[in-house]
């Protein structure tokens, strides 16, 4: 997680030659949890930007089908559904099947962090995103983390950063987490206790994003720790 694979989407979705080529877009960004009735009534809302008519059966799957197939029928759409999870090719296939009236030509992009999940969807082609390469990592991750300090005024700063920056695998949203966690104490102890703190053993896999949210929460002060528990109360 981290990597971008949202932001590039957001980059094509509103991309000029993008919108003039197709007749109709939608994003919807999935919950953990596929609900194939709720992602299909988002799908509608995004279509209409949320002027459909509301049916007494609505709440029906037929009836959603339905409307999305008189939506997409003989347009050429693209569909963004982000930040999946679903790994049942069942869902995926119950979820896409008014899709197919869509015109020829019409794209689905689906965005994860799984290989498995791409599968499931039956996707024709995957693009595999990877981490930024070390030198241009280091730039973005040292303008976070510095700030309007001058690395070449805290040499033994520059080494612990980069070995700091080196654990989070080319992720630009850990450069940035982590860094601006960084850039409030501009001091070699602060930045050495992240480096050796015992949440970089909670890694469950590469370019995994938990730690350096881990260590972002808890730097925070206790007042906005309790909102984060607060917020966590409340459903996805």
């Known amino acids: 997680g981290g990597i971008g694979n949202t932001t590039l989407a957001q980059v094509v979705y509103n991309d000029q030659r993008v919108q003039d080529h197709f007749h109709l877009r939608m994003w919807v960004c999935l919950p953990e949890s596929m609900d194939v009735a709720r992602a299909t009534k988002e799908i509608i809302e995004s279509a209409t930007k949320g002027a459909a008519a509301q049916p007494a059966g609505l709440a029906n799957l037929d009836s959603l089908h339905g409307i999305v197939r008189d ?99 080319g992720s630009p949203l850990a450069a940035k987490t982590v860094g601006v966690m960084l850039s409030s104490d ?5 930045w050495s206790t ?28 206790a007042h906005l720790k309790r909102c984060f528990t607060y917020c966590a109360l409340f459903p996805e």
């Open 71 to 169: 939506l997409v029928k003989s347009k050429r759409f693209l569909l963004v559904l982000d930040n999946a999870w679903c790994e049942d090719t069942q869902e995926w296939q119950t979820l896409f099947a008014p899709l197919k009236y869509g015109h020829p030509g019409s794209v689905i992009l689906v965005t994860s962090r799984s290989c498995k999940v791409a599968d499931a969807a039956g996707a024709a082609e995957m693009v595999c995103l990877n981490g930024l390469p070390d030198e241009a990592y280091w730039e973005l991750f040292k303008q976070y983390a510095f700030g309007d300090e001058e690395p070449a005024d805290h040499p033994e700063l520059v080494i612990i950063g980069k070995k700091i920056a080196h654990k989070f695998k």
């Open 186 to 190: 501009i001091s070699a102890k602060h």
């Open 194 to 221: 992240v480096m050796t703190s015992g949440l970089w053993e909670l890694d469950q896999g590469a370019g995994d994003i938990l730690p350096a949210l881990r260590l972002s929460y808890q730097y925070l002060p």
